[in-house]
């Protein structure tokens, strides 16, 4: 969420009474942008796109999740992970969106 906090906004979305909610946001220097999507208040996916170098250093940069395998195979695999509910004043993903739709 800290990552990218400071760039450009390309799009803020909140819509559903915020059920769902979306935001990108274009890298300062880079051709790369970050994108964010949230549902039902607790489902989040989040990625970039544009420069393929640029986006593989962002992607690297982040912290690694713990999954537990359920199923693994060849070319495929199922992995869960378990839900870690965030304090209101460390969630900042879309805080600047608050403000813009003000």
Same mark, same amino acid.
């Given at each position: 969420?800290?990552?990218c906090?400071?760039?450009?906004?390309?799009?803020?979305l909140?819509?559903?009474?915020g059920?769902?909610?979306?935001?990108?946001?274009?890298?300062p220097?880079?051709?790369?942008?970050?994108?964010? #999507?949230?549902?039902?208040?607790t489902?989040?996916?989040?990625?970039? &796109?544009?420069?393929l170098e640029?986006?593989?250093?962002? &992607?690297?940069?982040?912290?690694q999740?713990?999954?537990?395998?359920?199923?693994?195979g060849?070319?495929?695999?199922?992995?869960?992970?378990?839900?870690?509910?965030?304090?209101?004043?460390d969630?900042?993903?879309? #805080?600047?969106s608050?403000?813009?739709?003000?």
């Amino acid at each position: 969420m800290k990552q990218c906090i400071d760039w450009d906004y390309r799009l803020v979305l909140n819509t559903a009474e915020g059920y769902f909610r979306a935001v990108i946001r274009r890298h300062p220097t880079e051709e790369c942008w970050s994108w964010a #999507v949230e549902w039902n208040g607790t489902y989040r996916l989040v990625g970039y &796109f544009g420069n393929l170098e640029a986006g593989g250093a962002l &992607f690297a940069e982040l912290p690694q999740l713990e999954v537990n395998s359920i199923l693994e195979g060849l070319n495929r695999w199922i992995r869960r992970r378990v839900e870690q509910p965030l304090a209101e004043e460390d969630d900042t993903l879309f #805080v600047a969106s608050a403000a813009v739709e003000a």
